[in-house]
């Protein structure tokens, strides 16, 4: 479980570096300062917090996005895409079909019960990692906003009230598997851990997806993003892995079935918004649904009657795995690992 202290540390990264989300993040850290006793406006009014950017897009930019995507026999992964357009769309339909997959919490707590926490027994007890694991320097943290939830909750068992309004239920199970970056066979181990979650993910979404996962999806029928209404129904799609290779070129390789929940693997390396190095192997759980617009609160936008759908994902597991290039994980893996084992026996 990570301390309030890694969450304060958290959300003033994120503040600082981030253009995403300035509002909600500073209204979650002032609650957090709140429940410590500190006073939020003068630990905030010294934080150099960057300018928010705007990410609204248009009823008319969601149905000419919609219109372009194309029915194929396989499942396209486009790396050179418009981000300005294709991204800023597609985060938002798939950020709400996530929150809509995780509106009541189930399924964080069923993801972190039957995966987080068993891949982390099953590290911790392999051969290659237990001494590792022992000595905390592979470190498993719990991330994002329902992760900070329990947290808090569990420290501030009278203030659920004030908890529960600014961080909702609607993320999904974020975790960041750190290993010591000072580790002088730290590549080795690195490869040798995203490849033992990479395999762990493949082998129990088969049973999961067609489990608890595809329950939950039925019960999401609809989504709005802006003023568009959309059907939500389950889909399948293949699994894929990105691989970087020494240089820079990226190779695809896609499964041959197509399952209602995927995983993705994905090797990144950019810049952040203060110039920060960030590269970290991204592996992920996720569930395949078709949207398909069906109405719209303004007039003069039309939606094909026969509009096929176009496949989107749910997010349901994140497992981030830093390299040693990474600076953030360079710069607060021991702070990570101090606040942890100051909670090791609490559990989210």
């Known amino acids: 479980m990570i301390s309030t202290n890694n969450i304060i540390h958290d959300l003033v990264d994120c503040l600082t570096t981030s253009k995403g989300k300035i ?12 429940l410590k006793g500190e006073d939020p406006d003068t630990f905030i009014g010294a934080l150099k917090i960057l300018e928010e950017q705007n990410t609204v897009i248009t009823d008319q930019e969601i149905v000419d996005y919609l219109a372009i995507q194309q029915e194929t026999t396989y499942d396209p992964v486009v790396f050179d895409k418009d981000k300005e357009i294709d991204d800023r769309v597609k985060k938002a339909i798939e950020a709400e079909l996530t929150s809509g997959m995780n509106s009541d919490g ?12 068993v891949l982390w027994e099953k590290i911790s007890r392999n051969r290659r990692f237990k001494a590792l694991c022992k000595d905390r320097r592979i470190i498993l943290v719990h991330k994002g906003g329902v992760a900070m939830r329990h947290a808090l909750r569990l420290e501030y068992p009278d203030k659920h009230d004030v908890i529960d309004e600014s961080f909702r239920l609607g993320g999904d199970n974020d975790v960041c598997l750190m290993i010591d970056p000072t580790l002088v066979n730290f590549n080795e181990v690195h490869k040798e851990l995203c490849q033992y979650v990479h395999d762990f993910l493949n082998s129990e979404v ?5 489990g608890h996962i595809a329950t939950i999806t039925k019960k999401l029928r609809h989504i709005k993003v802006g003023g568009i209404y959309m ?5 399948v799609r293949q699994s894929f892995t990105i691989r970087t290779l020494p240089n820079g070129d990226k190779v695809l390789l896609n499964s041959p079935v197509r399952l209602p929940v995927f995983t993705s693997y994905n090797e990144l390396s950019f810049k952040d918004e203060i110039g920060r190095t960030a590269e970290f192997t991204l592996v992920r759980a996720r569930r395949a649904v078709r949207v398909t617009p069906i109405n719209s609160e303004v007039e003069d936008i039309k939606i094909p009657i026969d509009h096929p759908g176009c496949v989107f994902s749910a997010e349901a597991v994140d497992i981030t795995l830093p390299t040693q290039k990474d600076e953030k994980h360079v710069e607060g893996f021991e702070h990570y690992r101090s606040g942890l084992w100051a909670n090791f026996n609490a559990m989210v």
């Open 23 to 34: 509002a909600k993040r500073t209204a979650r850290l002032r609650t957090v300062l709140d």
């Open 231 to 235: 059907k939500v129904s389950p889909d």
């Open 206 to 210: 088969w049973g999961f997806g067609e």
């Open 106 to 117: 189930y399924l964080y707590k069923v993801t972190c019960r039957n995966l987080t926490h």
